[in-house]
């Protein structure tokens, strides 16, 4: 059930934010010159500071027939400063802008890992080199030399050779978000902004009201 203030229309329309969120990232494809998926993903440390770091968002999965569920995923070594900062607070934010359509999404909920079946599929996607790089990397741990991190690069390509699994501390996280909001550049600053919102993570009842620019 969605409740809203205003009737949406043209970019804004839908009764889905999923699927309106994969097609503003479709249509960001087809202009941006890289990575149109790139997301800042924020999270917060045990002291409460802030963090932000670039990441790529490799899925936005569709809500059920039902409107429930839907969600963000990305993929990260589970040792890495975000996932330890994520583990602990059990939420995140992430926020996608493309400058060549002057849009932006944001959005901000709670997190589970995706570490089974998808993501080993994800994995076996990726290139060699890539697959071989997360057995490799200590992710967000000091290293002494770019040297070093070649050696270790060598070790693992000797040991897995043409065919590594997918390493036990790396896998995906699906954000399930209570909150997203979809925003377009407007003249003279006056832009136009839609927040969704919804009590469970889980469920289908969103609230869509426009906020002031």
Do not use: C
């Amino acid at each position: 059930m969605i409740q809203e203030t205003e009737t949406r229309k043209g970019k804004f329309a839908g009764d889905d934010p999923f699927a309106l969120a994969a097609a503003w990232l479709k249509d960001a494809a087809a202009s941006e010159i890289n990575d149109p998926n790139a997301m800042a993903l924020s999270t917060v440390d045990e002291g409460g500071l802030p963090d932000v770091r670039m990441v790529l968002l490799k899925d936005i999965e569709p809500a059920a027939a039902d409107g429930t569920g839907g969600a963000f995923v990305f993929y990260t070594n589970y040792g890495s400063a975000k996932a330890m900062q994520i583990d602990a607070a059990g939420k995140a934010a992430g926020v996608m802008h493309w400058k060549s359509l002057r849009r932006q999404v944001r959005f901000r909920g709670v997190v589970e890992k995706e570490d089974g079946p998808q993501a080993d599929d994800y994995y076996a996607s990726r290139s060699l080199p890539s697959r071989l790089g997360a057995w490799a990397s200590r992710q967000s741990q000091p290293l002494s030399s770019r040297q070093a991190l070649m050696a270790e690069v060598a070790k693992v390509s000797a040991r897995h050779l043409l065919n590594p699994p997918r390493p036990p501390y790396w896998g995906g996280f699906r954000i399930r978000p209570l909150e997203i909001e979809f925003w377009a550049d407007g003249e003279h600053r006056l832009h136009d902004r839609f927040k969704w919102r919804r009590e469970d993570p889980a469920g289908a009842d969103w609230t869509v009201q426009r906020l002031n620019p």
